[in-house]
């Protein structure tokens, strides 16, 4: 645990700087004194370290959210010298929360009146969480279908939000009435855990202030997120093409009934909110409520969490809330059957028609959340993998898993992974996997009863699937005309097909009659034999896109290497992929709880160990397997921890006495990682298939003494990160429902498992706490730091008292409007750019990883992004980088635009910099091009051609917005081209 501690301080120095530099030491002391204060106010009588809390009820945390928001505002703006109202803050802001109100009463109201028709014990103690889910369902369906026929519009919405209100009046008033007036039962919890719950809504504060945005400010949020939402909320209907959306649909009503961009967030947000809670009531089945809010906070808490709750709001969060609430309906019905019968008599029981109304529901949410991102399949492989170990055993668990895989495999679901797999291996893998699973489901199967019972669950549990799946399944064929397996899952794109392949460019016809350039014409003018011996370049986009978050190593390292990287964020260093410290914070259970094993059972499990830990330090600081072991520990004496505090420099040396003796056994197994690194990708899915069981067999002292729940939930989150490995790529955000159960799993065996070695090894524990809450310090200062805004390069030279753009403040006080924010955030030659590109709604804009689509009017039927810039490369390529050639072909596309954004090549992970280079050749393409000139850009250079003079480093220069010149004075992010 000391090595990974070292390592993640020597790769996460921004922890370091928010620790030196934070500014809100006042802000933090005074969020203490509130607390106490609300402890005392509370409290009736303390008991031992515990406190009684008196009366208290969950919806008093709103009016200190409210308080929260307005103390920040009023420290950030101060700190800042910055203008603000507090009355035109508190005003607006309590506004906006009661429209945001509305849309959740709608929601709840009708949920809860569909929750009283088929009400059960099943969900019993989760009773507001799937009022409010059915409700988000029947909402999502009623205006799926109003954008089918082209009404989702004011009055069409209001009148359904009005109706769903009305539908459940009296389930609502009697919640508010539980809730408000009813005498609350007694709450004991540890004062820390009361901290714990200040530190969530404090940062559940600041996030919500950041959205409060008059426009997205992320970038998927802007380029999809959002931009399909406020894209309907134009059209009045559905957009075509795009896999289903219902989340999206719901956000839009921001746009649709409020005119508003920060109600759209706060909807897309709250799932997370949701999901917190879920976790807290989750844990409360098994462990205490202090732990279980322990368990909350850390994986709310956790940047990846934050970066979507504060910055780049998406789909995922509301995704998770469904997938973590059927986790949390199948672990509360069996945790409870469990306890009143015997686990082996559960495989054995009959099923009954509360567990297929468990079952319904359960389908009913992974239905949803499909309709929201097809990466729930991976929840749903990993639920079906837990019903079968809880109902038959460890055998057929992995059949029905393996099954799973088969199936994902089948319908080309790795397509949208890094991984490449060709159409015969493909068929060679589900042959494989449906084979392993035939013979898992032989060894577990003895009796015929037990495969009707799970049939009969497992039906329950797809029917609701397909059937919230239908609507989408249809619209994308009648968008189509024809069907197919590929037809169901995704519309037909009303975006200009530019070209299906670059392989197609040598059919093409190239035309030059409108130039009149004989000589262009004939550079390119060639024989069939001599076009064939062009260097066509290879298509690298998905591999820069998606294989980042692998990282660059090659063949099976790159997989079994991904929860290192991830935590020490060697492949992707930014907020928006930081876990922390979630994953290899299970090093220590592997190892403690070996020692309830067998001797030579530990052994081995611990051995395994070793040699992965090993082998996985070795594939990040030696990938090419090309140095020696005396090289490698030079490079890492070399690291600079950046912190500029002589204690941090002092653990270089520790971290080189722990990593040695890993590094001399990697060094002794280099052949074994040439093997590996010499697997192909197939290759690699195979391994990470055996390595599944292996890995659950490495967990078997942790499971020993655990509840049968708990053991499931292991189960549950090493399929679940198997499938995330395979068909996410590793891509952080997609793992959310793993990571969710993975803070509650971490919680629950370090310090409440009854049988935990932690219980007799008191100082393992001790040891493994101060982490926990160093870790939270650490994110909480982070959290309070401009990180969110993007890393800076000089942090000594950084304002760290700008946690938002103080403009956001402003925007929420009332004090600036749309146009005032939007040149807060970007700037006038940008605001020229966009109406530049709304002058003609008609026209073709070549994107090249522009952020600006949400703002271009009917983005989705003339803006073609080639952010990776394949096509290009294709056009350029066999056009002999031929100007002319390329324009001429461009705009016998229908192109009269390119936009650039000037940081695109930035994105590039790749070890032979392929994006890096194609942004050159389109760089050149555009320098001195006579056929192209530049509109707009917010680049600011050097030129001696200026058209203004301004003083620079001491001397009069001349200066004017271009993106080549002598040198650059403001680096800028956008530049449009136009098409002579």
Known sequence: MLLVLTDFFGNSTDYIYALRFIKYTDFLFLNAVLCLLLIFLFVKRPISFQLRINNFRWIYLYPVLLLLMVLFAAFHQSKHGADWSFSGFLLNTIILHLKFFLVLIASFSSGAFLFSVIKQDVVKGF??????SLGFILLALILFILAAFGHYTLWPVVVVLILLSGVGWRETLEFFRKEVFKKQPE????????????????VTA?????ITTAVPIGFDSLTLYLNTPMLMSQSG????GQMPYYWSIIMGIGYVVFDSNPIAQYIGIFGGVLSMLLVVQIGRLFISVNWAIFAAVIFYCMPLVLWQSSTEVKTDLGKLFFVLLAVALVVNYYFRKIISEDEKNIRTLAVKKEELILWGLVGLLC????????TASMTIVALLGMLFFIRAGFYSAFGIVFLGLAFLFFIDAHQFSAIEIVSSDKWILVLVLTISSIVYFLLSFNKRENFLHLFKLILAFIVPIFVLLAPWAGKNIIEHGNFSLTNLMEGKDPAPVLLGSVNDLSNLDFNFSDYNLEKDFQVISMSNAEMEIIDFPENTGRVEELGRYLGSEKGFPRF????YDLTMRKNVNLLSTDIGLMFLMFLPLLIFSGRKMDKKVWGLSLSILWVWMSLTLWSVYNPENTAGTNEIIDQISQKNYGSGSAFFSHLSGMHLLLIYPLLLTAGLLSPLYEILASLGDLGSVICILVSLPVLFFCFRGVRLNSQPIISALVFFSFVFFCCWVLFASGVPWYGFSGLAIASLLLVTLYFCDGGSVYKKYRGVSIFSMLILVLWLVMILTLRLSPYALGKPTQPEQTDFST???PATIQYASGQLDYDEYFLSVFNPQTKLIIEELNRDTEKIVFNVGSMMRFFIHDNHKRVFDDNQLDFFTGIWGMSNKSMVASVNRFKSFGVDYFLLDLDVHTMDRTTDGTLTKKVEEFVEFLHNNQYIEL???DRLVEHPLGDRQIEHMGRMILVRNDIFGTQIIERGKLALFRLK
């Open 206 to 210: 600041v996030n919500f202030i950041s």
């Open 237 to 240: 209907e559905l957009i075509k």
């Open 803 to 805: 946690v938002v753009n």
């Open 560 to 563: 079994f290497s991904l929860p």
């Open 127 to 132: 009773n507001f969480f799937i009022s409010i």
């Open 935 to 937: 509109i707009g850009t």
């Open 367 to 374: 239905g949803f959340a499909l309709g929201i991102k097809f």
């Open 187 to 202: 709450i004991v919890l540890h004062p820390a855990a009361i901290f714990l719950v200040f530190i969530a809504v404090l």
